[in-house]
């Protein structure tokens, strides 16, 4: 009896290690678990063999549209559009098992795709999800039965984008914090628990753009940071407040999601208008740098030591300086437009136009490719404007890509 018992508890003991160091590499928003594109794993493949990693699973079931992963306790989370409705979707992400599916927004239409663009946010037993038409809800990450619905028009005035709302919503303590833009104030905090308003930040009311809120703690201040065409702002935690201000010229869109480190935020943006750093302090930041070396349009920089890496439209890829804004290396030839996600020491990055995935060394003394392949089968349902934009996701030993309704998982552990 004593020997059945000890191999029971040695059994248990052992599930139970191998089930945290499963999910000890979870995703569980936007960017990551620091919304910064890196993952905190190691142990990954250090470069590729010719035709890529190994393919554990394709799914086609995803319906339409550009959203992201979030991985948590190994269920995956996205959006798509199906039967003209936006679906919140649940995966196993080890399988590739569609487990559940909630229809929460009405057919979001749009040259460039239809569909969902943003990313859901797992919390708990709950997951947070925006529809391109500004449908925001709380389901539970079980069944995927909605807790509370809210509508960024009707309820907080907003209007929805050009491109639709593409945000990825933020749960920051008790509250979720979005951005519906209009009069009524850019951003607005929710309890998470059952959706009433706890805030508003009715004290600049500016029109919602594509950029993702991120929290930050300044001179022991709690803040949420977000870019619009006009401004980078930071307003208080607590009530909404306006902290801070700096102005921004931004053009038609305006997209990467801020970067916070050692007192200074640094901002991008595409269609010709480049980057800039500030450092904070008292009410008007102060401008560290203002150039044109860095124009992301929308496929994320990274701050990884003391450089930014990313895709610069006109630049290439490209190395610059986080303290100076300096260029420090850049390339045109191997590989067109794209987005990136870090992990173990090396980037990830996905050709927008071919589906090709290249894995390079996350290095600031150059271009040090280390595998490349081809997102195959692709996508017929895709628009003839679109391209593929979901950015990728590593997650517990494997890459999570995306083509429209196709999900593919690659296992990239050593």
Not at 1 to 17: D, E, F, P, Q, Y
Not at 101 to 122: I, L
Request: glycine residues 14%; aromatic residues 12%; hydrophobic residues 35%.
């Amino acid at each position: 009896m004593m020997k059945h018992l000890i191999r029971t508890v040695l059994s248990t003991t052992s599930l139970l290690a191998l089930s945290l160091q499963m999910f000890a590499g979870d995703w569980p928003q936007w960017r990551g678990a620091d919304r910064n594109d890196i993952s905190s794993e190691t142990g990954l493949l250090g470069s590729w063999p010719d035709n890529g990693p190994k393919r554990v699973w394709l799914s086609d079931e995803a319906g339409l549209g550009y959203s992201g992963f979030s991985i948590v306790d190994g269920k995956l989370f996205t959006m798509g559009l199906d039967d003209s409705y936006s679906y919140l979707y649940a995966f196993d992400a080890l399988t590739g098992k569609k487990l559940w599916s909630t229809k929460m927004g009405t057919h979001f239409k749009n040259k460039w795709g239809d569909g969902p663009r943003g990313t859901p946010t797992v919390d708990g037993s709950h997951v947070y999800a925006l529809a391109a038409k500004g449908e925001l809800v709380c389901a539970k990450v079980a069944d995927g039965n909605i807790v509370w619905k809210k509508e960024l028009i009707g309820d907080f005035g907003g209007k929805v984008p050009g491109w639709g709302y593409c945000e990825s919503v933020l749960v920051d303590g008790d509250n979720v914090i979005c951005t519906p833009g209009g009069k009524k104030g850019l951003m607005v905090a929710l309890n998470k628990k059952n959706g009433t308003t706890v805030w508003s930040s009715e004290a600049f009311p500016d029109g919602a753009q594509y950029s993702s809120i991120i929290p930050i703690v300044f001179e022991g201040v709690r803040q949420y940071v977000q870019l619009t065409q006009k401004a980078l702002s930071g307003v208080r935690a607590s009530d909404g407040k306006l902290l801070w201000q700096s102005p921004w010229t931004g053009r038609t869109a305006v997209i990467p999601t801020p970067i916070y480190a050692d007192g200074h935020v640094y901002i991008s943006s595409g269609y010709g208008v480049g980057c800039k750093l500030v450092k904070l302090g008292g009410s008007k930041p102060k401008d560290v740098y203002v150039n044109k070396t860095m124009k992301n349009h929308h496929g994320g920089v990274i701050k990884f030591g003391n450089h930014l890496f990313g895709y610069s439209d006109g630049g290439g890829w490209l190395c610059q300086d986080f303290k100076t804004g300096e260029l420090v290396w850049n390339e045109k030839r191997a590989l067109s437009k794209g987005a990136i996600a870090c992990a173990d020491g090396k980037f990830y990055l996905v050709e927008e136009s071919t589906g090709n995935v290249v894995l390079i060394d996350a290095s600031y003394k150059g271009w040090k490719e280390r595998g490349r392949f081809q997102l195959t089968p692709q996508t017929k349902q895709r628009s003839p404007s679109g391209k593929v934009w979901t950015h990728p996701v590593i997650s517990n030993g494997r890459l999570y890509l995306r083509d429209q309704e196709m999900l593919y998982c690659y296992d990239i552990k050593e």
